[in-house]
C-alpha cells in the first residue's frame, strides 16, 4: 500500500504539471486555447465539433477536460478515443473512457480494455479496482475525490494545475451524482480560480438538508464577502444569515464584512453576541472586536479585549503582534512589547507585518542596527508596502543615513493607498528637509 501512495503521489505530479503543447494558429483555436487557461470551459467548447477535428491536433486534452468540467462526458469520451488513437498512454483519456462505459455499464468492454494494457496501471487500479473487482459507483467517485485531496495536501496552491483537479473533482460528481463533498470542492476550486459566479450557482445547489448546507453558505458568503459591491455582498450575507437561523460561522462571516468594510458600528455589536454564546473560538472574537475598537480610536476598550483574547489563548502571534505595536506606537510598555514581538516572530518567522513590528520596537528603544536589519529584511519580502518604506526612513534618519531615508520615503509616497493613512505625514518629513 505504501508503494502505492507513493505512486499515487507521483501521478498527482504528472498530471499536475502537465501542459498541452499550442500548434494551431487559427483565430477559433487561440480563443478557445485562451478561454481553457482562464477556466471558461463553456467557451473553450464553443462551435467545438469532435467529428471535425483531425485525431493528429494537439490540444485535444484541454477540449476532453472541457467537456468533463462541463458535465458532457459522452463528448469527453468521443475525444477521448481520438486521443487513443495516436496516443495510447494518454492517462487521462483512458480515466475518460473507462468512466464513461462504467456509467453505461459496460463491464466487459472495462474488463477487454483493461487486460489490453502492456502493464497495469496503478492510477486507473487506485479508481476503478479493488482485489480484482470493480468498485460501486460511490467508491470509486471517492477515490476520484481523494485524488484531488492529495493533490492539494502535496504542493503549494500556486503550483496546483486547477484545470486537472476540476476534472478529477467533476468525474467525481459524474460517477456520484450524490457526492457533495466533490461538489462542494468543485465550487471551491471555481471559486480560487475567479470564476465567481460558477462558483455561487454550484454552491447554491447544496440542499438545506444536506450535512454540507452550512459549509456552502459559509463559502457562500465569503465569495460575496470579497467579491462584490457592498450594497449587493450586505443583501446576500444578510439573507443567507438570515435562512441559517443565525448559525454562529455565518454570523462571524457578517460581523468581518462589516469591519473589512470598516463598519466599526454595524461589527461591534455582531461581535458582542458572539462572545456572549463564549464558543472555543472566543479568543478570535476578542481580538476582532479589539480591531474595531482600535480602529474607532478606542485604544482603552481594545487593549483590554487584546488582554482578554491572550488570556484565553496565550502567545497567539497575530494578536501579540496587534498589542505590542500599539504600545510600540504609543511609546509605553516598551520592554514587554519587545518580548512579546519576540515571541511573534519565533512563532511566525515569515510575517512581515511581525518583522515590521519588531524593527519598530527596536527602533523605538534605540536599537538603531537591528531595527534597520529587521527592516531591511521587511522590505526584501514586501518591497511594495508603503508603512515599511517610511518605517525604514525613520530608521536610516535617526542613523544619519539622510539620503537613504529620502529615497525610502519618496518611495513611501508613491506607493501609499488612503488606508496606510501615512502620506500627510510622510510629505512633512520631506519638507521639512527641503526646508533645511
Known amino acids: 500500500m505504501i508503494n502505492f501512495i507513493k505512486k499515487l503521489f507521483f501521478v498527482c505530479l504528472f498530471f499536475l504539471f502537465n501542459t498541452s503543447v499550442l500548434a494551431l494558429s487559427s483565430s477559433s483555436f487561440l480563443i478557445s486555447q485562451s478561454a481553457y487557461k482562464n477556466y471558461d470551459y463553456t467557451s473553450t467548447l464553443f462551435n467545438f465539433d469532435a467529428d471535425k477535428i483531425k485525431s493528429s491536433q494537439n490540444g485535444l486534452l484541454d477540449k476532453a477536460i472541457a467537456a468533463v468540467i462541463t458535465e458532457d462526458i459522452n463528448l469527453a469520451?468521443?475525444?477521448?478515443?481520438r486521443i487513443l488513437e495516436n496516443n495510447i498512454d494518454n492517462q487521462e483519456a483512458y480515466v475518460i473512457k473507462i468512466?464513461?462505459?462504467?456509467?453505461?455499464?459496460?463491464?466487459?468492454?472495462?474488463?477487454?480494455l483493461r487486460d489490453g494494457l502492456d502493464q497495469p496501471n496503478d492510477l486507473l487500479e487506485f479508481i476503478f479496482f479493488t482485489n480484482n473487482s470493480f468498485k460501486d459507483n460511490i467508491t470509486i467517485s471517492r477515490s476520484l475525490v481523494e485524488i484531488v485531496?492529495?493533490?492539494?495536501?502535496?504542493?503549494?496552491?500556486?503550483?496546483?494545475?486547477?484545470?486537472?483537479?476540476?476534472?478529477?473533482?467533476?468525474?467525481?460528481?459524474?460517477?456520484?451524482?450524490?457526492?457533495?463533498?466533490a461538489i462542494i470542492i468543485k465550487a471551491e476550486l471555481f471559486d480560487q480560480v475567479g470564476q465567481y459566479q460558477v462558483a455561487r450557482d454550484i454552491f447554491e445547489k447544496i440542499k438545506q438538508d444536506s450535512p454540507f448546507y452550512i459549509?456552502?453558505?459559509?463559502?457562500?458568503?465569503?465569495?460575496?464577502?470579497?467579491?462584490?459591491?457592498?450594497?449587493?455582498?450586505e443583501n446576500k450575507i444578510l439573507s443567507i444569515v438570515e435562512n441559517t437561523k443565525n448559525n454562529y460561522a455565518l454570523k462571524k462571516i457578517l460581523g468581518d464584512f462589516?469591519?473589512?468594510?470598516?463598519?466599526?458600528?454595524?461589527a461591534?455589536?455582531?461581535?458582542?453576541?458572539?462572545?456572549?454564546?463564549?464558543r472555543t473560538d472566543v479568543w478570535n472574537i476578542y481580538y476582532m472586536r479589539g480591531i474595531c475598537y482600535e480602529q474607532k480610536g478606542d485604544w482603552d476598550l481594545a487593549e483590554k479585549d487584546f488582554l482578554k483574547s491572550l488570556k484565553i489563548k496565550p502567545d497567539t502571534p497575530n494578536v501579540l503582534n496587534y498589542l505590542a505595536y500599539g504600545w510600540v506606537e504609543r511609546e509605553i510598555q516598551l520592554d514587554r512589547s519587545l518580548k512579546m514581538?519576540?515571541?511573534?516572530?519565533?512563532?511566525?518567522?515569515?510575517?512581515?507585518?511581525?518583522?515590521d513590528s519588531l524593527a519598530w520596537a527596536h527602533f523605538k528603544k534605540n536599537n538603531l542596527t537591528e531595527a534597520a536589519r529587521l527592516m531591511e529584511k521587511v522590505i526584501d519580502i514586501a518591497p511594495g508596502e508603503a508603512i515599511s518604506l517610511d518605517h525604514l526612513g525613520d530608521i536610516y534618519y535617526a542613523m544619519n543615513?539622510?539620503?537613504?531615508?529620502?529615497?525610502?520615503?519618496?518611495?513611501?509616497?508613491?506607493?501609499a493607498e488612503p488606508d496606510d493613512e501615512i502620506t500627510e505625514d510622510v510629505q512633512s518629513k520631506l519638507d521639512n528637509i527641503n526646508a533645511g
Open 258 to 266: 462589516y469591519r473589512y468594510n470598516k463598519k466599526y458600528d454595524l
Open 215 to 233: 459549509d456552502a453558505q459559509s463559502s457562500l458568503a465569503i465569495n460575496y464577502l470579497y467579491n462584490s459591491s457592498y450594497q449587493d455582498a
Open 341 to 355: 514581538l519576540e515571541d511573534a516572530y519565533k512563532a511566525n518567522p515569515e510575517s512581515f507585518y511581525i518583522i
Open 401 to 415: 543615513r539622510k539620503r537613504e531615508a529620502i529615497h525610502f520615503w519618496q518611495q513611501a509616497l508613491e506607493l
Open 149 to 181: 485531496s492529495s493533490s492539494f495536501s502535496n504542493n503549494e496552491q500556486r503550483r496546483l494545475n486547477y484545470n486537472f483537479l476540476l476534472f478529477y473533482t467533476s468525474l467525481a460528481q459524474l460517477i456520484d451524482p450524490s457526492n457533495e463533498r
Open 268 to 278: 461591534l455589536p455582531i461581535y458582542d453576541s458572539m462572545i456572549e454564546e463564549s
Open 99 to 112: 468512466s464513461s462505459l462504467y456509467l453505461d455499464k459496460k463491464y466487459n468492454k472495462i474488463k477487454k
Open 77 to 81: 469520451a468521443d475525444i477521448a478515443d
